[in-house]
């Protein structure tokens, strides 16, 4: 079976683990700070904080920028459930404004009619390695005075005219779960741009409290630890290769998918897709799931139904935000194996079997 994900762990990743254990600093040390600090640097943002795991890292970042309960923040339906979940732990209400069909990813023009006085941040996704329409979002932000958050759990290094996710909103989130394009094992991400909510977001981090035993407000333990952080500076020095190697994967798919059942992911023009799945479009799924299976071919489907639709957000009464676009792209995506591990053979078979679907 070719799997739909695969983590490269070298001997870089073993030896800067054994040197933590050695250490005997185990938990958060100076292997977090140094990871945070190259991690800030390599989205251009002023300050980045490591979380235990990218849904916590979102949560920080909610809560560092004051969301609350009685707040709204708008968000993408077509996403994996830690995007809205993070807002209903932070208190506040998602509300759900549909997708672009091109791009997957939230629809700027969606996002506008929406806003009303209770609305205080847009969270957008940059949904399979792609960056959301930043620069219409950030003026949407601008005009209402809206935060907003980037969850960039799929998009590490990508870009927008050479600038990184991650430097775009108040906050941005990356995960480094074993899938991800980088990995720690569990592990997350939030970088900030202002001083103000990074201070929050280390309080919130650490139990409400800045000095030693003085818990100023509700804060929780969503520490990274050092046996992590060293796998991360590791990996995020191995990050731009790992990203290439996926666009050179989805270059030969783009290059050699001939199926007109098939619709392929499009790059808008400017920006820089880092290809952490690569989705295609078909109208009879079952039939070429069946077809990749019986090939060997690992599949994944991102995401059989949009996240207003799922039973916790019904019950919140969430599908009466209409999302006709989340709804159908929902029922005929699928993702096929573009991580850096693919052999050559393997890509052949890919493409093969998907031409032949
Ligand atoms: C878009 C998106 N947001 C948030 C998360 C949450 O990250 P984690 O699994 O590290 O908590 C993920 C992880 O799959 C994700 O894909």
Known sequence: MIPIAKPIIGEEEKKAVLKVLDSGSLAQGPEVEAFEKEFAGFCNADYAIAASSGTTALHLALEALGIGEGDEVITTPFSFIASSNSILYSGATPVFADIDEETFNIDPKKIEKLINHKTKAILPVHLYGLAANMPEILKIAEKYDLKVIEDACQAHGAKIDGRPVGSFGDAACFSFYPTKNMTTGEGGMATFKHKETYENALMLRAHGMRIRYHHEILGYNYRMTD????????????????????????????????NAKIKLPNTPKGYEHVFHQFTIVINDRDKALDKLVANGIGTGIHYPVGINDQPLYKEMNCSAFKTPISKKVSSHVISIPVHPSLTKKELETIVKTVNSV
């Open 227 to 258: 046996i992590h952080a060293s796998i991360g500076r590791e990996q995020l020095k191995k990050l731009p290769g790992f990203n290439k190697k996926r666009q050179d994967n989805a270059k030969y798919f783009t290059d050699n998918i001939k």
